[in-house]
C-alpha cells in the first residue's frame, strides 16, 4: 500500500487546511485510517483515526472539536479538516494505514500501524 498525502502549508492562527491522503496498491475500504503529526525535536503524536466504514472516528485530546477525519473509500482517501489553527499546531502531519477485519476498530498508536506516507508540513503563523 503506497499512501501519498498532501494538502499542507503555510497558514496564520485562526485559519483552515484541509490535508488529503490518496492510497493506492491495497482494498482501501478494508483499511484503519490514521494521522499522526511530528513537531521538530518531538515524538510522532496520534492526531485523529478513522474506521474502514467511517462509522467510528476517534481524535487526540489536543485537536478535538477543531480537526475532522473522514474517508471517502470511493476515491481511496482519507481527508483531516484542521480549523481553528494554532502555532502549536505546526508539523509534518502524515497518514497512516493499517488492514483490520473489525470494521469499526480506530487504532491510535504508531506502532499499530503498517503503511505511513511521507509527510505533509504544516506550519500556522501567531
Known amino acids: 500500500v503506497q499512501l501519498q498525502a498532501s494538502g499542507g502549508g503555510l497558514v496564520q492562527a485562526g485559519g483552515s487546511l484541509r490535508l488529503s491522503c490518496a492510497a493506492s496498491g491495497g482494498t482501501f475500504s478494508n483499511f484503519v485510517m490514521g494521522w499522526f503529526r511530528q513537531a521538530p525535536g518531538k515524538e510522532r503524536e496520534f492526531v485523529a483515526t478513522?474506521?474502514?466504514?467511517?462509522?467510528?472516528?476517534s481524535y487526540g485530546d489536543s485537536v478535538k472539536g477543531r480537526f475532522t477525519i473522514s474517508r471517502d473509500n470511493a476515491r481511496n482517501t482519507v481527508y483531516l479538516q484542521m480549523n481553528s489553527l494554532k502555532p502549536e499546531d505546526t508539523a509534518v502531519y502524515y497518514c497512516?494505514?493499517?488492514?483490520?477485519?473489525?470494521?469499526?476498530?480506530?487504532?491510535?498508536?504508531?506502532?499499530?500501524?503498517?503503511?505511513w506516507g511521507q509527510g505533509t508540513e504544516v506550519t500556522v503563523s501567531s
Open positions: 478513522i474506521s474502514r466504514s467511517g462509522a467510528r472516528t
Open positions: 497512516a494505514a493499517r488492514e483490520l477485519y473489525n470494521n469499526y476498530g480506530v487504532l491510535i498508536f504508531v506502532d499499530e500501524y503498517d503503511y
